[in-house]
Each structure stands twice: as structure tokens, then as C-alpha cells.
């Protein structure tokens, strides 16, 4: 595993207009890191997002990325939960499938096929690969979403809330698969997440916007509010 850093950001600007939304924002994201970006609403946690995939140009400083990250390809990214309805036809796999009805032909290659078998086992799907996504549960909806995202085994693997509106139980049922794709296939995570105790179980590193400011840092050192404490 290369030491350079992944993804290495140094006093970035960002405004829009005359809002700022931080100054001088400094941070390294190490390969294989479980990096966790924290703030309120508004502050800017899906503006830096944007920034990291350069569909947003700084106001100041410099983004720079290992060569590790050479396309698209390389990063996979997971929105924040949306239900499906009960009636929803498609299967777990068939669903999964479907972010390669680019190729040229209607039918999967052999090669695709083994990328859809590959991504059902790094999210603990393979068992409900026939069943229908409409009728599952959160956790494997979300699941779902998440082998869709790994397909082309990218290096970083971006999550935007993917938790919100789940259930505890389902949180820890995707918390538990991305921490298997971290550990053990290697790719490094940014988790954004108002949920600082799932932060602080699953996480490594942290950075909190605050208004105009952030801190950061590991977080074996986030203190927990007392309400947080007993989720
Ligand atoms: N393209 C844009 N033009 C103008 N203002 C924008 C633009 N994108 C975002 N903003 C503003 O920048 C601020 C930060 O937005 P951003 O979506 O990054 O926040 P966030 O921390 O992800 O919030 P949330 O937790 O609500 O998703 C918000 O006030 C938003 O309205």
C-alpha cells in the first residue's frame, strides 16, 4: 500500500458569492483510510464532495490526487437512502445489473457477470440475489445501492449519508458491509454522517465543519453529547 496520500487538500477556499463557506481548509485522506466529514446543515459538506470530484472549482487552494485515482472509474459514490416502492419489479441482482446496461449489448458479458457476482459477495447479497428488491429490507435496499456502487471496484468509495431515514438495526447492517469493503477489499471511505456515535464506532479519522471553521482529527477522540450516548 503506497504511503503518498489519496487525496491531499491544502488551504482550500470555497465561496459562493459573497458566502463564504470555509477558508484555509487543510487534509490528507490516506489510501485504505475510514474518513468521516461531520457539520450542519449548510455548512458545506456536499460542496467539499463536489470539490473532490471536481464538479466545483475552489475559490482557493489545491486539490491533489494520487495517481491511483485516474477516472471516474476509480470512485464509486452512495446517496442518502431512497425507498423503493413494495412493488418495485427488478431483483437484487437484476437491479444491481443495471449500471451496465451501457454496453453495447442487451446481455451481460462474462466478465460483467463476474463483476455483479463479485460485488453480491462483498455485500452479503448473494443468498438474496433473486429476491425482490421492492419487498426487502432497508438495510438490503441499501445494500443494494452499495453493490451498485462497488462494480468497478473503485479505490475511494463515497457515502452521503447512505444511513438517514434507516432504522438502528439497518444502520449497522451497511455500516458493518462498508467496513468489510474498507478492511478487507482496501478501498478507502469518506462517510458523511450527522450520526456521531455511528461515526465514532465505525470511523478513523474525522473532520467537522463548524461555521467558517472545522477541527479534525481521530476519532477515538470525538466526545459524544450526552443524548448521543445511549443510540
Ligand atoms: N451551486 C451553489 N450555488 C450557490 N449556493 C450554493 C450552491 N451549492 C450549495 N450552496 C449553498 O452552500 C451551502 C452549503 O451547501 P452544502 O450542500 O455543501 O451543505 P451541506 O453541509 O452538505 O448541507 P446538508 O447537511 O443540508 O446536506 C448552503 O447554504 C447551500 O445553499
Redesign the pocket.
Known sequence: MSDQPLIQVEHLAMA??T?K?FTDLSFTLKQGDFFCLL?A???????IIKLLLQQLHPTAGTISFNERLKSAADIGYVPQFRNLSGDYPLSIKNFISLKLCNSFTPWLSQREKQAVTKALQQTGLTAKQNQRLGTSSGGEKQRAYLAQAILNQPQLLILDEPTASLDQDAKYEVLETVQHLNQVSGMTIIFISHDWPLVKKFGQHFLE?RAGSYISGSTTELQLKKEDENV
Open positions: 459562493f458569492g458566502r463557506l457539520g446543515n449548510g455548512t458545506g459538506k456536499t460542496t465543519l
